[in-house]
Each structure stands twice: as structure tokens, then as C-alpha cells.
């Protein structure tokens, strides 16, 4: 198994299959976008499948969530969905996505064997996507967002991060929106994961923000804190249930304790977290022509060195070289 010097198993695997991304949104990356990562250094379809096979076949992994970037971009997604939903033991399978081009790719992706889908949507209004996104796309991603609840694709789970000045008065609405169409809704505190390196902590709409702004409007009671698990979110009931709504605090009421995923990005390096500043080459290794049991050794090693904590409150704490695009989600 995949396991920490702490105790910790990873068993929810992140795999990036694109840097790229057709929107700017401003808590990711500047107006005018990134350098991509060159063609050739991407993992092929058949290399990304190789990898999650050995996840899950041979390292106890069992929940499998593509992300990007965009993954909607990638074009062989629907087959490498297929592939890791034919895998046994078979695993969860998830995309986390923005939700452009989602209205067309739903049905196909769920007959393909996708479990569930994570939309990012962070606010209802057409004049403040553009400014947080850069890019006039509202529309399609709630056609995406409806597509999902179609094809099956549930719980359609959305998620939302409330920055100072900007949206953080959409919070009630976003929740309604949510409530009214049987989405369950996320929001995200804001991370240091930002190509420009922009993120202060002071200008973070915390947990108890979010909390607060919710209360105004609605009832809300901590769920069982044993449903949650390893899960990031806090989830609390709204107005008794059933509906609920959760609130990740990656940074004011960090999870690490219990932290059970592990990435592989784009490049295929592994990342044992969202905050690391080093990583481990698998992509050199796979082309070099070695068998899966030494990659499997290689990722185990990679896990074993994961650090207690992001360290976010460490006065040492340095932000990765990497933004979330190339990261992954």
C-alpha cells in the first residue's frame, strides 16, 4: 500500500491529464495564461493507464479522480475513463472539471463508466464570471452542470471559492441555486496556488466567513463527523436536512491528519501532496522500459516521505513553483 512515515494510507488518487484550461479564473492564473507543458512531456493515454492500473491493482487505490488544468480538453478522456472503470477491484471514478463542454460530454463519460462529476462554479452572476474567469462561459457550464444530473452523473457536487470584494455575496445564492436543483455544494477557501504568487492570507475568506454568511439565511448543523472520514469537507445540514452543504478550510482548519490522496500530475510526477515542493519522476522511469513492480516501488518511496502538514502556517512555508493548472486538482 501507499503508506506515509505517519500512518497514513493514500488510497484517493488525483490524476492530471492536461495543464491547459480555456478559462483565467484569477485565483489560478493571470489573464493572458501560462507557458502549457511541452506535447512530448505529457503522459500518453496509454502511460496514464498504465500508472492507475498499477494504482489500483497492485497499491490499494480506489477512488480515482481525473483532474486538470481542464480535463474535458483531453481528448482520449472518454477512453481512459472506460479503461479505469474496468478495472478490478474497480475504483470510484470522478472528474473534476469546470464544466465547459460538460453538456456534451456527460452521457458519453457516464456510459464510459464515470461515477460523479465536480463542477467549479463560483457565481451566478454573467458580469462577475467574466471578470473572475476572463472568458464569457456562464451559460455552458450551467448546461453542464444540468447535462450532469441527466446522464446520472450524481451526486453533482459543486464547488466554490468566495474571494474578498468580488463574490463572497453570492454565498446565499449559490447555496439556493444548489438546493433547488439537488447539487451539493462546496466552498473552498482560497489557497496559495496561484501562478502569480498573489495569495495573502488576510484577503482569504476563511471557513467561519463562509459560515457566518450562510447563518444569516439558513439553519445549519454539523453532520455526523464520522461520515466525513478522510473527506476534506465539514459538512453541515441545511435546515434540518436532508440537503447539505460542506466548507473545506484547506487553510484555516487544515485535514492533514487524515489526508488520504496522492497525484500524479500531467508529466507524471508524483506529489504525495498539493503543497509539496518536491517531486518524483514515474514518466522517465515508465519510458525507460521498467516493470511495474519497480514503478510500484518507485511510488511507494515517493509516498513514504510525505511531510506532516502543508505547513501553510509555518513561517517557513514556501508556495509551490507550480500553480494548481499544473498541479491538479
Not at 478490478?88 to 460523479?116: K, W, Y
Not at 457550464?141 to 450524481?154: K, N, P, Y
Request: include cysteine; hydrophobic fraction near 40%.
Amino acid at each position: 500500500m501507499l503508506v506515509d512515515s505517519f500512518g497514513r494510507v493514500a488510497t484517493d488518487l488525483r490524476v492530471s491529464l492536461t495543464d491547459r484550461c480555456n478559462l483565467r479564473c484569477a485565483y489560478c492564473m493571470p489573464p493572458e495564461g501560462l507557458d502549457w507543458l511541452p506535447k512530448p512531456d505529457l503522459l500518453t493515454g496509454e502511460e496514464i493507464v498504465r500508472l492507475v492500473t498499477i494504482g489500483v491493482e497492485r497499491l490499494g487505490v480506489r477512488e480515482v479522480r481525473f483532474t486538470g488544468g481542464e480535463p474535458l480538453l483531453r481528448r482520449e478522456l472518454v477512453e481512459i475513463v472506460a479503461a479505469t472503470a474496468g478495472l478490478s477491484p474497480r475504483p470510484q471514478v470522478s472528474v473534476t472539471t469546470n464544466g465547459i463542454g460538460l453538456a456534451r460530454l456527460a452521457e458519453p463519460l457516464a456510459r464510459a463508466g464515470l461515477d460523479r462529476v465536480n463542477v467549479s462554479l463560483d457565481t451566478l452572476d454573467r458580469e462577475v464570471f467574466v471578470r473572475l474567469a476572463h472568458r464569457d462561459r456562464l451559460r455552458d457550464v450551467l448546461d453542464g452542470l444540468a447535462a450532469a444530473t441527466a446522464a446520472g452523473l450524481t451526486p453533482v457536487k459543486v464547488n466554490a471559492v468566495l474571494m474578498r470584494g468580488v463574490n463572497e455575496h453570492e454565498a446565499v445564492p449559490l447555496l439556493r441555486f444548489c438546493l433547488d436543483r439537488g447539487y451539493e455544494l462546496r466552498f473552498i477557501e482560497q489557497m496559495p496556488l496561484d501562478a502569480q504568487h498573489g495569495w495573502r492570507r488576510e484577503e482569504m475568506i476563511t471557513a467561519d466567513e463562509i459560515l457566518g454568511l450562510l447563518k444569516d439565511s439558513f439553519d445549519l448543523t454539523e453532520d455526523d463527523p464520522r461520515e466525513r472520514g478522510s473527506a476534506p469537507a465539514e459538512l453541515f445540514l441545511v435546515d434540518g436536512g436532508p440537503h447539505r452543504v460542506g466548507v473545506i478550510g484547506s487553510v484555516t482548519r487544515p485535514f492533514c491528519g487524515a489526508c488520504d490522496r496522492v497525484r500524479i500530475t500531467a508529466d507524471g510526477q508524483v506529489r504525495n501532496c498539493l503543497f509539496a515542493t518536491e517531486e518524483s519522476d514515474l514518466r522517465t522511469a515508465l519510458r525507460s522500459g521498467v516493470p511495474d513492480e519497480e514503478l510500484a516501488a518507485r511510488w511507494i518511496a515517493a509516498v513514504r516521505g510525505k511531510k506532516a502538514g502543508h505547513g501553510i502556517d509555518d513561517a517557513a512555508f514556501l508556495q509551490p513553483a507550480r500553480p494548481m493548472s499544473a498541479i491538479g486538482g
